[in-house]
């Protein structure tokens, strides 16, 4: 079930004063919250509610409205929840008539909220914010057949991955779910691997390999003890064996990589085991851990019309046919030109079938001045795509879990980074709107001169 939009009474209080009488209508976000298609985008997320079981959720507006402003301000779900309790602009963003001294939800609330939309209303937002992209011209409808595609790394929040301390966790992992299920177990190792982790760290620091290699061989070894106890334990009582698929699945893999650099099946982090290894060529930073996103953006105006996570280390070249779908899919526009940097050659997109032409760097044949200004500003899409990541008060870090999470991380970047672009060029609009005025009502000799009398 769902709480429908909340709706302006017009109704006066006498102890209260309404929130538009109080903050001023001509703040960015108060224009922002007339612009957006609140009952639409009510109608389009109420699909993945249950008509009629359960508590009622809270409004679209509310929830959606708070997802807004967490991307908009790169806050975390607690931080967004807490400073909409403190600013009426929030609270009149998300549809409150009167100023309200609670707060709008519970934050783990907005993480149920996303795991219910999914990636599919996840789009269904970033779709929101081209509609007011166009609405208020900060991108028009030519401007979008024209992109800009790239694909970044999406690293995970994860602590660096090292065997001594993947051997570690999963042992602690193991005697954990031993001790729930009440599994005897020989030994649990918790000070003598604490120790050997010390040592294997303070003996490659001072560049004593062999005895740091030593001693990682000792933590995987105690893994491999406490992986041989429960299974021993679940052949005597074949209940717990489901009960430990799951984590033995993981501790096997990680037995099986540590000292192996050429093992195939590698996990990275115990409570992310989606997380992949990207080397991207990097001088300051070889390798990052986390999922590959792309980014699509309108090559004049550098806005973000597609965002997608994908996982698999898929080539560059392969994910481009998925990019333009999706752009199509949220914009309703079909890309007519995608320039693409080197890292996109075999895309294997035929303009004759799918009426897109690629544009490479340093591609030469069937160029014109026009297009070669357009491969020129590709590069844009690198400073978009660092502007994403790192304005950002969380960091420029994924801190959602799951595949979903991924999914989800990469289109919010998006959203937040547009919403910035909208909510500027709304203020340069009033701006400018209230120093023509000024011009008009000032005496001719008190004409500002740069912006003083």
Request: net charge positive.
């Amino acid at each position: 079930m769902l709480r429908e939009n909340p709706e302006q009474t017009g109704q006066d209080d006498m102890f209260r004063s309404r929130l538009a009488s109080i903050i001023d209508m001509g703040h960015e976000l108060a224009r922002l919250a007339g612009l957006v298609e609140w009952d639409a985008l009510a109608r389009d997320l109420a699909g993945f509610y249950c008509a009629d079981n359960g508590r009622p959720g809270s409004s679209i507006r509310l929830m959606a409205g708070l997802c807004f402003l967490k991307d908009l301000r790169g806050l975390s779900d607690e931080e967004v929840c807490a400073q909409w309790r403190e600013n009426a602009y929030f609270q009149y963003f998300c549809g409150e008539e009167y100023l309200q001294h609670r707060l709008p939800v519970e934050p783990p609330s907005l993480s149920i909220f996303r795991k219910r939309i999914g990636a599919k209303g996840a789009e269904r937002l970033l779709a929101e914010t081209v509609k007011l992209g166009l609405k208020t011209g900060t991108v028009t409808k030519n401007e979008i057949e024209k992109v800009n595609v790239d694909t970044t790394v999406q690293e995970k929040a994860i602590r660096f991955p090292t065997d001594t301390q993947l051997c570690h966790k999963a042992r602690e992992e193991l005697v954990k779910a031993a001790a729930r299920y009440d599994v005897p177990l020989r030994q649990t190792y918790v000070r003598k691997s604490k120790r050997a982790v010390f040592l294997a760290n303070r003996y490659m620091a001072a560049r004593q390999v062999k005895r740091g290699r030593k001693m990682i061989k000792t933590v995987r070894n105690y893994l491999g003890r406490v992986i041989r106890g429960i299974e021993r334990a679940g052949e005597k009582t074949p209940h717990l064996q489901g009960a430990f698929r799951a984590e033995l699945a993981k501790a096997r893999t990680i037995f099986a990589q540590t000292l192996n650099p050429q093992a195939a099946d590698k996990l990275y982090s115990w409570h992310a085991p989606e997380t992949e290894c990207i080397a991207k060529g990097k001088a300051h930073k070889k390798y990052e851990f986390g999922c590959k996103a792309s980014i699509a953006s309108t090559n004049k105006s550098n806005f973000i019309i597609g965002a997608m996570a994908h996982h698999g280390k898929p080539y560059d070249g392969h994910t481009l046919r998925a990019v333009l779908e999706q752009v199509e899919r949220l914009t309703g526009i079909k890309p007519r030109e995608a320039n693409a940097d080197l890292g996109y050659r075999g895309h294997g997109i035929v303009k004759e079938d799918s009426g897109c032409e690629v544009i490479l760097s340093r591609q030469k044949r069937g160029m014109t001045p026009a297009k070669r200004k357009r491969q020129r500003r590709r590069a844009a899409i690198e400073p978009i795509i660092g502007h994403c990541k790192n304005d950002r008060k969380v960091g420029p870090r994924n801190w959602l879990g799951g595949k979903q999470g991924d999914c989800i991380n990469a289109i919010a970047m998006a959203i937040g980074f547009n919403l910035r672009k909208i909510l500027k060029k709304i203020f340069l609009w009033l701006l400018a709107k209230s120093l023509s005025w000024q011009s008009l009502t000032s005496p001719a000799h008190l004409q500002p001169v740069c912006g003083v009398y």
